[in-house]
């Protein structure tokens, strides 16, 4: 499983890293490899706003269609077109071409809540059993 | 799988393991004198004495075959080739029940993805999928998936008062809990110019029916336009057989094109079971409501069919489906499909003119009849509105009763500025005889008075 040391993580196995004032999300290595081949992604429209916890888009692979939920609340200010025809750069590189949404966070402390990547490592093992 | 009954050891056991002696005990809660009634039924009879019981029954009823019917208003006589009944009564197709592992049923997989290339053709969509059940819950679908196309964030929906009167009834019915306005259906609107001013951008979808539920046809370019505008989407709810000789919806510009394909090889059926046929663009198709089977290879090259898409449905998307009835009409798609392609494009082109040139001939002998009018506002295709002398039901209990014909709809039952007025439906089933036996028994009717 690879990790990226700058992100940080949620339980529903998005990744959040600043940028910024903002926030940039996608799903993690983890998360694209059990959903194996994506075909589609849903994203949201710049402007819409969530907070945290609640799906803003679906992630469509061979094998289910998943809800993929905001790490942190807040606005979105510009979403991965590339991700419209190229879906598959979901799995190919999950930390940086497969990225799926930037905004504007409204609680910036909710950030800090996440968990750091030794911290997901071990919460992806645990769940793992 | 054989079924394997459970013994009585099996009984016993379970019986001791919950400390019952008998399952009759199981039923000791509900009051002795109602546990076991004496039963107040006729000694048995023989399958012979019930045949004659039943047949008598059946009897009694008054068919479409046993004479001219002129009831349409969304369940159609169309005549039906042997050949539909032939490949439909297949033990393969006939008793199979939808494939829980659908690449196994490579037969019925190909069937929907031919009825879906055909529907395609028929409307010029880019999409159809595997159908739902008759045409108002396909109506209902497409108000769903257009508010999905929104995200949930239109929630106004624009009907025309002439789409089908039970469709709107079930667009309400499926979509109660959404938090949908329905506006237009009784807004007194005459005709469908009124409804591009209810259109605003808060408006999910604009829905017409076409020809409407009074039997006009129009251009929707316009109504299309207005709705692309503001940014709806343009639902068309069209009959299949106008489709063989008028303009198909996606020439229009339609953005989804539902309607009934019960008239396509299926017959009447006591009312059932229809089939909702459903269409769309492929830019939608995310979206689209039910399934889609997709053409494909396999391993060796081979051609084969899958089940591409279903991923809006309830099995996979569970509360956030945007269609939770996970179910097609397989068997009447696959009527559908074989009716289809035994006419062919020139096949149901005929049938189209021929409804077109029986119903015009019977509204203009009917418009001679003293006492009788017709609306004549717009180009009809094979249903026509009449205005009577008489109360409608009088009208059809006399031309039953006296003539054996079965009349027309009462419109006063859905439009009250329509009371007194009857919608005729003519399609190839009725020769010109029974035309005729219509217009001499309306005439008649007119002199008794």
Not at chain 1, 34 to 48: A, H, I, N
Not at chain 2, 40 to 57: G, Q
Not at chain 2, 367 to 377: N, R, Y
Not at chain 2, 399 to 415: F, P, V
């Amino acid at each position: 499983m690879k990790l990226d040391p700058e992100a940080r993580y949620a339980k529903t196995h998005e990744w959040a890293r600043k940028d910024g004032d903002e926030i940039i999300c996608g799903i993690t290595d983890h998360a694209q490899e059990s959903l194996s081949d994506v075909v589609y992604v849903e994203l949201p429209e710049v402007g819409d706003a969530f907070p945290k916890g609640e799906a803003f888009g679906v992630v469509e692979s061979v094998k289910a269609a998943s809800d993929v939920y905001m790490p942190v609340g807040g606005e979105i200010t510009i979403v991965n077109e590339a991700l419209e025809d190229t879906p598959e750069l979901v799995n190919q590189d999950p930390y940086g071409e497969g990225w799926m949404i930037r905004f504007a966070p409204s609680d910036p402390a909710e950030f800090d809540a996440l968990m750091d990547s030794e911290a997901y490592e071990a919460f992806v093992a645990e769940e793992e059993g | 799988m054989p079924y394997i009954p459970h013994s009585n050891e099996d009984r016993k056991a379970m019986l001791a393991a919950i400390g019952v002696r008998s399952i009759e005990d199981l039923f000791e809660d509900v009051p002795a004198h109602v546990r076991f009634p004496e039963l107040d039924l006729p000694s048995a009879l023989s399958e012979m004495e019930v045949r004659w019981e039943l047949e008598t029954l059946a009897g009694a009823n008054f068919t479409t075959v046993d004479g001219p019917c002129f009831l349409g208003a969304g369940a159609y006589r169309h005549f039906v080739p042997a050949v539909v009944d032939a490949v439909l009564r297949r033990g393969e197709f006939y008793t199979a029940y939808t494939p829980y592992q659908p690449e196994i049923s490579q037969g019925t997989l190909q069937a929907i993805f031919e009825y879906q290339t055909m529907i395609c053709a028929l409307t010029r969509m880019e999409v159809s999928n595997a159908s739902h059940y008759d045409g108002a819950t396909a109506t209902a679908e497409a108000v769903i998936t257009a508010v999905n196309v929104h995200r949930l964030k239109r929630r106004r929906v624009v009907v025309s008062p002439f789409v089908h009167p039970e469709y709107r009834a079930v667009v309400r019915t499926y979509t109660q809990g959404m938090g949908l306005t329905i506006v237009g259906e009784n807004d007194g609107l005459q005709d469908s110019n009124g409804l591009v001013g209810l259109l605003d951008d808060d408006t999910a979808c604009l829905i017409v029916q076409y020809p409407d539920f009074l039997g006009r046809f129009e251009d929707l370019s316009g109504l299309a336009e207005a709705a692309h505008v503001v940014g709806a989407l343009l639902i068309v709810v069209a009959d299949p057989i106008a489709l063989g000789l008028l303009k198909p919806p996606g020439e229009f510009g339609a953005d989804i094109v539902v309607g009934e394909g019960q008239g396509m090889g299926a017959g009447l059926n006591f009312g059932g079971p229809y089939l909702g046929f459903f269409a769309t663009r492929k830019k939608y198709v995310r979206k689209m409501a039910g399934r889609l089977v997709g053409q494909t290879v396999d391993a060796e090259g081979e051609r084969g069919f899958v089940l591409t898409l279903s991923t809006r449905e309830q099995h996979i998307r569970r509360g956030r489906a945007t269609s939770n009835i996970c179910t097609n009409q397989g068997l009447v798609v696959l009527a559908a499909a074989v009716y289809m392609a035994a006419l062919g494009k020139t096949g149901l082109h005929q049938v189209a003119e021929l409804c077109y040139h029986k119903a015009h001939y019977a509204r203009q002998r009917i418009a001679e009849i003293s006492g009788f009018s017709v609306i004549d506002d717009k180009p009809f295709f094979k249903e026509f509105v009449v205005r009577c002398p008489r109360p409608v039901r009088e009208i059809n209990d006399y031309l039953l009763d006296e003539w054996g014909i079965i009349g027309g709809y009462d419109l006063g039952r859905d439009y009250p500025h329509l009371k007194g007025h009857m919608l005729l439906c003519v399609t190839e089933m009725n020769p010109r005889g029974e035309i005729d036996a219509l217009v001499e028994a309306l005439g008649e009717m007119n002199n008794d008075q």
